[in-house]
DNA sequence: AGTTGTGGATAGCAACACTTTCTACTATCG
DNA sequence: CGATAGTAGAAAGTGTTGCTATCCACAACT
């Protein structure tokens, strides 16, 4: 197929695509001519998935150079990609030394029975919300955390299922890819709904959860 | 205190508190005379909150001003409140026609005994998600979701009783908007270090996460 | 008296993600 | 055959965002 279908059959203009193939997200067609080129599916596949990363995931277009970058490796690891694509995600890796909420952090990791690993990603991430959460005045903040690791762990050990379920490695690959971005962002949008619900429920004075929630609501503010 | 010892408290530079200012984020100081102000504690704080909306959480300038004017209207119920910031924390609201995608979406609440709510921006976030998934070929994405909903419905009753325990309507407010921010921030890192852990384990044949895990490790790559 | 700091205004800047415009072709339809 | 539309590739332009820089007339401190 020629550019103008790969346009036509993703809605991706085609001049935003030409700016992909120069960015190297995007790999060049098959020439038949100097000014003529092939795409086949897998471009269109691909397109599709930059696309996904972009506009769900928020990825610049840097990030998502990495991203593919990984998913292309054969050296790579699971494991390996894995840490890629949640650095591509997480952005700004910004570290701090506050010393009080670095230990904060040691000690709840410690307590989960986890690894300390203070330079990596994720536990500096931790440790700079720490600190903002009291330089703001958030004193309670951190009892949080042991709620969010009890669901951080049950996301994990469903990630990982979904990840090993995947018949090749290289779907595995992309998997870890798609499903990282996608994931976290049907959790923030499951958790907005459930949170509504939840005030909702406890406006009227109900209890918690339990069994499925009574048919009839107006509620004609907030949903727009 | 005067502008400059604003910046010195907060490491933000005094062009850009200015910048604040201007927009709005900050409120003007007491004139003592034309061309002198002083600021108190308030601005400082506010300050430091705005810092922690932009930095940690990645809100743009115009979402930190829609926040803090959620935060100041006393006529805002806290339900409508959560509403505004969650809004401003989700960012773009793409809308999907994608009927299939919808009517999983739909199909989803309903069996969690939620409310079918087709227009608010979770509920529509939900099917953007679900229909890029199934542009991608991610099949199996779908089956992911109720697992998604119990760690959200955990996460959203967790969220509630942190809001209201909070002792004043105001601080309530600031609660929600700072706790959804450093929270979805604490989550992301929390879920990465949960996934590494586990990812570890695994490679090394163990089972399931269970006690305190084994302290010695080396695992001298994907730290940093 | 002079250095430093200030509020307020205007202008500038770098990064980002495209978009526009151009040229020299190629494909295809009538 | 010729008119029309499409194409690759390169270069320059665009609009937005989040700051920075520069200026000014004045204030504060030393």
């Not at 003529?36 to 996904?52: F, K, P, S, T």
């Not at 054969?74 to 909420?101: F, I, N, Q, R, Y």
């Not at 690959?173 to 499903?179: H, Q, R, T």
């Amino acid at each position: 197929m020629r550019i103008a279908e790969l346009s036509r059959r993703t809605g991706v203009p085609v001049p935003t695509i030409k700016y992909y193939l120069r960015e190297g997200l995007l790999p060049a067609g098959e020439l038949t001519s100097p000014n003529q080129a092939r795409y086949g599916e897998a471009h269109l596949h691909r397109l599709r998935l930059v696309r996904a990363l972009v506009e769900v995931g928020g990825l610049s277009i840097a990030a998502v150079r990495d991203v593919l970058g990984a998913l292309e490796d054969p050296e790579k690891s699971l494991h390996k990609a894995m840490g890629t694509v949640e650095t591509a995600v997480a952005g700004t890796g910004a570290t701090t030394d506050d010393e009080v909420a670095h230990e904060q952090a040691r000690e709840f990791v410690t307590r989960q029975g986890w690894g300390y690993r203070p330079r990596s990603d994720a536990f500096q991430s931790l440790v700079s919300v720490l600190a903002t959460a009291r330089d703001i005045g958030l004193d309670s903040f951190p009892a949080q955390l042991d709620g969010y690791a009890r669901a951080g762990t049950a996301l994990a050990a469903q990630d990982l299922d979904y990840v090993l379920s995947a018949p090749t490695k290289d779907a595995a690959m992309e998997v870890v890819a798609v499903g990282t971005v996608l994931g976290d962002a049907a959790l923030a949008a499951v958790r907005r709904l459930a949170r509504r619900e939840m005030s909702v429920r406890r406006d009227r004075g109900e209890r918690e959860p339990g069994g499925p929630g009574s048919p009839e609501r107006e509620c004609a503010d907030d949903d727009r």
